[in-house]
């Protein structure tokens, strides 16, 4: 099980990626990433071509929904980030889920 440290250094850098992407540009949306080995959720934005305002919070009724939501163990978020894990493969065989409205899941189809 990874560290929530290390978790927060693969998520700058995964959703870094993302909202450096030109895909990405204009795009203003609240993002969560629920990880269910270590029972916390780490909600930001993504705005203006950058990941802002992470924080975490333990998971539960009180988290607010966010309009990206991404839940997976944190082994696979530091795996996805080395390099060791492909978002797609990981999205297909369940490890990761993915849920956001249409218009976002097809923005975001473009940029993973």
Aim: glycine share 8%; aromatic share 2%.
């Amino acid at each position: 099980m990874a560290t929530m440290d290390q978790c927060l250094t693969a998520l700058q850098k995964v959703l870094g990626d993302l909202a450096s992407s030109p895909a990405a540009a204009g795009l203003d949306r609240s993002l969560s990433c629920r990880l269910t080995d270590l029972d916390e959720v780490v909600l930001g934005r993504l705005s203006t071509g950058a990941v802002r305002e992470l924080h975490v919070l333990p998971h539960g009724p009180d988290v607010p929904k966010a309009d990206i939501r991404l839940t997976m163990s944190s082994d696979d978020l530091v795996a996805m980030t080395d390099g060791d894990l492909h978002f797609g493969t990981a999205w297909a065989s369940g490890r990761v889920k993915l849920e956001a409205g249409l218009r976002d899941l097809l923005r975001l189809r473009k940029i993973i």
